[in-house]
């Protein structure tokens, strides 16, 4: 599986867009890049999958170059409800056995 | 989560005591594992199931055992509880079919004391 570089923490005011870059240089052809979302005190929860270009849901956008090495996660005008922690995985369909890594701490304050 | 919980949601014990944490899903997923979260560590894997009889170890396996009798529960043995084993322990369910389809319980918080 390939590794992913996140930012530890990253802070942000209730309002502003917050985007969370992830490097994952070594990510294989069938990868997929996914990102998971855990507020305090629950389990963590999916939010996003992209394989290349844009993907937007209600929740967030995933930008992801031509190259693949990296990705953003953009969280658009952010909320206190949106300070949690997020997480960059790569994997491709079957992977059963992930690994989550420390995630990016995001503090929205007001 | 709907489909899986995790029970207790809360416990304190006593060094050196033995230690069952259970997850019970109603998905009829295949895979199920046991995540530890420490401040600074994030999410690591101890043990999983692929199946009822069928589990393997995770990065941090040592002072755990595990069990899966039935597709829908997963038992996770501390055989002698230790300090380092206070934290935060979730249970999560997949189908599978890749890295989207993990679905979290909402944890048991154990302390050692």
């Known amino acids: 599986l390939a590794k992913t570089t996140q930012p530890i923490s990253m802070d942000s005011y209730e309002g502003q867009e917050v985007n969370i870059t992830c490097s994952h240089n070594?990510?294989?052809?069938?990868?997929?890049i996914t990102w998971y979302q855990q507020f305090p005190s629950q389990g963590p929860r999916f939010i996003i999958q992209?394989?290349?270009t844009k993907v937007t849901n209600e929740v967030a956008s995933l930008f992801i170059p031509a190259d693949r090495k990296s990705s953003t996660l953009s969280l658009p005008r952010v909320s206190l409800s949106d300070t949690a922690v997020y997480y960059c995985?790569?994997?491709?369909?079957?992977?059963?056995?992930?690994?989550f890594g420390a995630g990016t701490t995001v503090t929205v304050r007001a | 989560d709907a489909g899986i919980t995790q029970s207790p949601r809360h416990k304190v014990t006593e060094t050196g005591t033995p230690v069952t944490l259970r997850c019970h899903q109603t998905?009829?997923?295949?895979?199920m594992y046991w995540y530890r979260q420490d401040p600074g560590h994030g999410l690591r894997l101890i043990h999983y199931?692929?199946?009822?009889?069928?589990?393997d170890k995770g990065e941090v396996s040592d002072g755990y055992s595990v069990s899966r009798s039935k597709t829908e529960d997963f038992l996770l043995t501390l055989e002698s509880a230790t300090s380092s084993q206070t934290s935060v322990y979730f249970c999560?369910?997949?189908?599978?079919?890749?890295?989207?389809?993990?679905?979290f319980g909402s944890g048991t918080r154990l302390t050692v004391v």
């Open positions: 070594n990510i294989a052809t069938n990868d997929y």
């Open positions: 999560a369910i997949s189908p599978g079919q890749g890295p989207d389809g993990y679905t």
């Open positions: 992209g394989y290349k």
């Open positions: 199931s692929y199946g009822v009889k069928d589990t």
């Open positions: 998905e009829n997923h295949r895979y």
């Open positions: 995985l790569v994997g491709e369909v079957g992977d059963y056995k992930l690994s």
